[in-house]
């Protein structure tokens, strides 16, 4: 009898499994989903916003065997908020949302002025939403932005999106920013958020003359020279005060940002020759160790000291032998010192006066000053980082191309 009533029992939990698993199945199958892999944030018509979503459809194989890129598909609705623009959605493409492949999420520059908190606020705490997911500010409409953006070396769209951030670490034209990070800067109050720069390649290919890459370095999105199947491009930060953008940076502020966050492995800049100022040296600079940054808090300005060590390799393209003596080396060493020392500076005064947004997070180095929270709230670090002052000094070590180390 008694084992009668078990196997009874086993019986019914077996089939409530079933029930319940074979409609949580019927529910989440992949053919009840729609994928998401950017979201685009435009703005609407009466105070509405303009919810551009981007979706992948099933690849293609030609009759070779060759895979061939995956199409995309753009829709777009006009909705009061974010979650209502969901919701609109849902009904229309009659299949779910599903956010957890999402790798990008583009705010249109005109937007961004206005605010974006609330936004963020409902992308974070949707749980499908990755914090890994990129934050983009365009220059021109979120929805032309995801239209243009056709990677050429890449037949899955969200392949590229998922990876387009990795030349930060190698090129320091752009941050890896992303709304976890954005969230965090959001709520903290030691520093502000920053977000990648978007836009389209609007600029031909024109003979920078002698001007080497100098030139390149001053440029961001919308303002590249550069021609291709990729219509859309990533060059520069979006400065932020709280959830308003309140700047832009070009390629070399943004490496300047990138290396006082000891986030980049390596950068090129071209200083002048030290012994011909019409001609330009390229060098290849790595971090030696980790900015070193303290912050005086005694008054209302603070003084904030920044050392940075580098080590540089020669990249010039030519065979000039003198770049092997000792004496030459060093002074392109102390020429290098000075032109960073001068490009840190610029940027970081650019940052407290003209964004008056500690995007660095200068704020945490300060912190360790006060006794108590409390303290460093009385203090106000946020409004007073305007007043800062800046003392920077860097020491690099260059070494001939024809070296390795």
Not at 38 to 52: E, H, R
Not at 286 to 308: E, L
Request: charged share 20%; hydrophobic share 35%; proline share 3%.
């Amino acid at each position: 009898m008694h084992k009668i009533i078990r196997n009874f029992f086993i019986i019914i939990l077996i089939i409530t499994f079933i029930i319940a698993f074979s409609s949580s199945y019927l529910s989440l199958s992949i053919d009840n989903l729609a994928y998401v892999l950017a979201i685009g944030i435009d703005k609407g018509t009466d105070n509405n916003l303009q919810v551009s979503f981007q979706f992948s459809t099933t690849s293609k194989t030609t009759e070779s065997g060759a895979s061939e890129k995956t199409p995309t598909v753009i829709d777009s609705v006009e909705a009061p908020s974010l979650s209502t623009a969901f919701n609109l959605m849902n009904s229309y493409m009659g299949k779910e949302l599903n956010l957890s492949h999402c790798k990008v999420i583009i705010f249109a520059e005109d937007f961004a002025y206005t605010g974006i908190a609330e936004e963020i606020y409902t992308l974070i705490n949707n749980t499908q939403v990755r914090p890994s997911a990129n934050i983009v500010v365009s220059k021109c409409n979120a929805k032309y932005y995801m239209e243009q953006t056709s990677p050429e070396l890449e037949n899955l769209l969200s392949k590229y999106y998922e990876i387009f951030t990795n030349s930060s670490k190698y090129s320091g034209f752009k941050p890896d920013a992303t709304i976890g990070e954005f969230f965090n800067s959001l709520i903290c109050k030691t520093c502000e958020p920053v977000a990648i720069l978007g836009g389209i390649s609007t600029q031909k290919p024109e003979n920078q003359g002698n001007n080497h890459i100098q030139e390149n370095y001053n440029v961001k999105s919308n303002q590249t020279p550069i021609e291709g199947e990729n219509g859309s491009e990533n060059i520069g930060i979006a400065a932020f005060k709280d959830d308003i953008l309140v700047g832009e940076l070009c390629a070399l502020e943004t490496t300047s940002y990138l290396a006082l966050k000891n986030k980049v492995d390596r950068f090129l800049i071209s200083i002048a020759d030290p012994d011909d100022t019409s001609s330009y040296i390229d060098i290849y600079i790595t971090p030696a160790s980790s900015t070193d940054i303290t912050v005086d808090t005694y008054t209302n300005s603070p003084y904030i000291k920044v050392t940075a060590s580098f080590n540089g390799r020669i990249h010039s393209m030519n065979n000039d032998s003198k770049y092997l003596e000792p004496e030459i080396l060093d002074n392109i060493s102390e020429t290098c010192n000075k032109y960073l020392e001068a490009v840190f500076c610029d940027y970081l005064y650019k940052t407290a006066k003209d964004f008056k947004s500690d995007i660095n997070g200068f704020g945490k180095y300060a912190l360790n000053n006060f006794f108590t929270t409390k303290d460093f709230d009385t203090y106000n670090w946020c409004d007073n980082y305007q007043n800062s002052f800046f003392d920077v000094e860097v020491n690099t070590s260059i070494k001939s191309r024809h070296v390795n180390y």
